[in-house]
């Protein structure tokens, strides 16, 4: 059983940068695709980026393009989510998603992922 941990989330100002990490424990990460969903309070669970295999494409929730970046460091089995210029909207509580290879299906569906970590708070103070 796969067990996903998220950590970097903390409290920034707009314009500032956070990097959030998720690594499993239980399995190689480049096994799987890896997401990041958040949600704010009061509002539905939104998908915000994934990646795929090592080296393969990554797709980005329009409202972040640009601004965000994931990325995998498979010999520190981990994935980032490098954010910057974070906007007051950015608050929410982010959540690492995992599915292994090879078949996703529509990446932005949260029941497509298999596994979930328990969440980190980002909080953009304007």
């Known amino acids: 059983q796969v067990q996903l941990e998220e950590s970097g989330g903390g409290l920034v100002q707009a314009g500032g940068s956070l990097r959030l990490s998720c690594a499993p424990s239980g399995d190689t990460f480049s096994r799987y695709f890896t997401g990041w969903f958040r949600q704010a309070p009061g509002k539905e669970r939104e998908f915000v980026a994934v990646i795929t295999w090592s080296g393969g494409p990554t797709y980005y929730e329009d409202s972040v393009k640009g601004r965000f970046t994931i990325s995998r460091d498979n010999a520190k089995n981990t994935v980032y989510l490098q954010m910057n210029s974070l906007k007051p909207e950015d608050t929410a509580v982010y959540y690492c998603?995992?599915?292994?290879?090879?078949?996703?299906?529509?990446?932005?569906?949260?029941?497509?992922?298999?596994?979930w970590g328990q969440g980190t708070q980002v909080t953009v103070s304007s």
């Open positions: 998603a995992a599915k292994r290879l090879p078949v996703l299906g529509t990446y932005q569906s949260g029941s497509n992922y298999d596994y």
